[in-house]
């Protein structure tokens, strides 16, 4: 059984950092992507962010892009969010996900089978 385990989310002040980190478990993972989306209240869930099985290239929703970053670490079967400059506009519950396929369309949020179950990310003003 897959199981994802969202860890790190948190109240920061604007401006602030906050590391996520996911930690999958019920099969080897080294080969599927991986990603992070957000949903905040009363929103639809976004992508923020999506990883190659092998780590060699990343993608980032341009809401984010230069102030968070994506990485992975196969052998520990972790993928980590890195998150800087917060803003009030990221809160939400973060989730990570896996898409168990080698092709790599990490922005499609149908394109991942296996999700986390969240963990907030507050950010004051």
């Known amino acids: 059984q897959v199981q994802l385990v969202e860890s790190g989310g948190g109240l920061v002040q604007a401006g602030g950092s906050l590391r996520l980190s996911c930690v999958a478990s019920?099969?080897?993972?080294?080969?599927?992507?991986m990603g992070w989306f957000r949903q905040a209240p009363g929103k639809e869930r976004e992508f923020v962010a999506g990883?190659?099985?092998?780590?060699?290239?990343?993608n980032y929703a341009d809401s984010v892009e230069g102030r968070f970053t994506i990485s992975r670490d196969n052998a520990k079967n972790t993928v980590n969010l890195q998150m800087n400059s917060l803003k009030p506009e990221d809160t939400a519950v973060y989730y990570c996900?896996?898409?168990?396929?080698?092709?790599?369309?990490?922005?499609?949020?149908?394109?991942?089978?296996?999700w986390g179950q969240g963990t907030q990310v507050t950010v004051s003003s």
């Open positions: 019920g099969r080897t993972f080294s080969t599927y992507a």
């Open positions: 996900a896996v898409a168990p396929t080698t092709w790599y369309t990490p922005d499609i949020e149908t394109y991942y089978t296996w």
């Open positions: 990883i190659r099985g092998s780590g060699s290239s990343a």
